[in-house]
């Protein structure tokens, strides 16, 4: 799997900059100097696991939401919900779950 630093350092810098937090606060916050956040947010520079998950938390951001491109287009919260139950699962179960939403559909249980 191909990583794509720049894709997710633009999300990093966009959500940052829709809630309004500075980098230097995001700095302080996070314990990271503020050049290292402004090359992450160039996709100039890596990030640890731990680090990226820390940062997600305090941007109050999925992490999915950053790493996939497909995900940032969902609007409604609880389609985000469902995406991240079901992305969460095995491909089994995944199959399993959408049989089952398409009998659900077909007979108007649901």
Known sequence: MC???DKIGKRIRATRE????SI????????????????????????SLA??????NFLDISVYEVLNTQYKNINNYMDKELYELIIGCTKKRQKLI???????IKTQIA
């Not at 230097?24 to 990030?47: F, H, R, V």
């Open 51 to 56: 680090k990226f998950i820390e940062l997600c």
């Open 3 to 5: 990583v794509d630093y």
């Open 98 to 104: 959408y049989s089952m939403v398409q009998l659900m």
């Open 24 to 47: 230097k606060d995001m700095s302080l916050k996070l314990d990271l100097p503020e050049i290292y956040i402004e090359e992450l947010e160039c996709g100039e520079a890596k990030i």
């Open 18 to 21: 829709e809630k309004k937090i």
